[in-house]
């Protein structure tokens, strides 16, 4: 049995095609980008450039970096600050990553295997360090105070969010607020950050920064919250990507909660022994997949996501029309929507 969580097929070609256009609209910053990545990548010490390129090539669209790039579009910026700070946010996501696959002892990434998988646990943890001492680096020539408040709280925040997350791991009671604020503070968090860096660069006023925050906080929300829902996703078998990791693992998200909270008591005793025991057997998978069709924990979930999506449009609203600004409204599409 498979679930498939795009509820509207229709919709997510338009989405993917939102992205690239987005992205096409800040194809050379982010050009400039990648430089800088690569550049300050550069170590003497072998490894650190080996691990940390095997990782970025496989970084997906640069979601986060391109959002700084968009932002500070948006708020008129002509100069060049951007870049830097947008690799910055590169190095800080995919220094998580890296102790994210770690903790979690992940093999796969982006179905490819992870680099703890590839160079070991010990060489993922401290090349992860390395990239985030090359963020703080950044921020400091940056100069800018603001720059630097914003990005080493993310990184605080993004912390305090991975060892939350472990406390509701395996924990059948954790309720939707507590996923909820493990999301916005292990996910959501750097797309504001990300987001909050245009106007700053741009030197927009308070009001401006807040909702450049805003709609990134709540794109990051739609964003995980579509990502928990593709773990039990038919779509993702389709594209040769694993499905249920995150139930085999054991972690508690909002398909999860719902389908407990909704089920009977047999119910909850199945998500006990498959989550909290972790005594997981032949067909358990598709029987949870069938839960969550059965209580509509998926349909309800993406329905959230949907919800977030409207808000970090609603936030938009100040900004004058333009092609930047249509194009971060459509992606929205494409994070409710993707497939990927």
């Known amino acids: 049995m498979a679930v498939v969580a795009n509820l509207d097929p229709k919709r997510s070609n338009a989405g993917s095609d939102a992205l690239e256009a987005l992205i096409a609209l800040v194809a050379d910053d982010l050009n400039a980008v990648n430089e800088q ?36 579009q948006l708020c008129g910026y002509q100069g060049t600050r951007q870049t830097a700070l947008a690799a910055c946010v590169e190095f800080l996501h995919t220094a998580t990553l890296l102790h994210d696959d770690v903790v979690d002892e992940s093999d796969l990434r ?72 493990v999301i916005k503070a292990k996910t959501a968090e750097l797309f504001a950050a990300a987001c909050e860096l245009g106007g700053i660069v741009a030197d927009r006023p308070a009001v401006e920064q807040a909702a450049l925050r805003s709609y990134g906080m709540n794109l990051g929300i739609a964003f995980q919250l579509v990502d928990d829902v593709l ?18 693992e054991g972690k508690i998200n909002l398909p999860v909660v719902l389908a407990f909270r909704r089920g009977d008591e047999e ?53 004058p029309n333009s092609r930047i600004k249509h194009a971060l409204l459509d992606v929205i599409d494409f994070v409710v929507s993707r497939d990927f």
């Open 231 to 248: 773990d039990y996703s038919a779509v993702q078998a389709r594209l040769g990507k694993t499905i249920g990791d995150d139930f085999r």
């Open 37 to 72: 990545i690569l550049s300050r990548m550069h170590s003497s010490v072998e490894l650190i450039p080996q691990l940390g390129g095997y990782i970025v090539a496989g970084g997906g669209k640069r979601l986060r970096p391109v959002l700084t790039l968009a932002a500070a």
């Open 110 to 181: 982006r179905g490819q295997a992870s680099a703890n998988a590839v160079f070991g646990n010990k060489a993922s943890v401290l090349v992860g360090d390395f990239l985030f001492a090359r963020a703080f680096q950044i921020m400091v020539e940056d100069g800018s105070l603001d720059v630097l408040r914003i990005l080493c709280t993310a990184s605080a925040v993004i912390a305090e969010g991975e060892v939350l997350q472990l406390t509701t791991t395996n924990d059948t009671d954790t309720t939707e607020e507590a996923y909820l604020e």
């Open 267 to 319: 119910e909850r005793q199945f998500w006990r022994r498959t989550m909290e025991d972790l005594d997981q057997r032949d067909g358990d998978l598709e029987h949870a997949i069938a839960l969550m069709t059965r209580h509509n924990a998926l349909h309800d979930s993406v329905e959230r996501a949907r919800h977030y999506g409207a808000v970090a449009r609603d936030a938009l609203e100040m900004f």
